[in-house]
């Protein structure tokens, strides 16, 4: 369950970071902002949250995540062909979310992971 809640808080986090950023400036639909979202919220939880930040620190696991989202943004564009998502639409998105991941690695590490109940 503790998973589940916090992959629903990061799924709501990235799911606002790209709505304010990439919605104000292209033309994808809210759909497709939310499919991006959510591909996001699952692979940089996997990767960031559960294998980086346990073994690293929050500055690393914020780095790797804003990594991870600004490439799955422009791969996302490149994929659907409308090549709407300019370069800094998806550092200002990725930024964002970097801003918002720093806090939830510290709520991961204490609620979710074992290495914050040490």
Do not use: C, Q
Not at 22 to 41: G, K, N, P, Q
Not at 57 to 69: P, S
């Amino acid at each position: 369950m503790k998973h589940v809640r916090a992959l629903l808080m990061k799924f709501a986090m990235t799911a606002i970071g790209l709505e304010i950023v990439v919605y104000l400036f292209s033309d994808l639909a809210f759909t497709d902002i939310l499919y991006m979202s959510a591909f996001i919220t699952i692979i940089s939880y996997v990767i960031g949250d559960l294998l980086i930040l346990p073994s690293t620190n929050n500055t690393i696991a914020t780095i790797a995540d804003a990594v991870l989202a600004l490439a799955i943004i422009y791969a996302f564009d490149s994929l659907w062909g409308t090549m709407t998502i300019s370069l800094l639409d998806a550092l200002m998105s990725a930024a964002l979310i970097a801003i918002g991941e720093w806090f939830f690695h510290k709520y991961i590490s204490v609620n979710v992971l074992e290495k914050g109940r040490e």
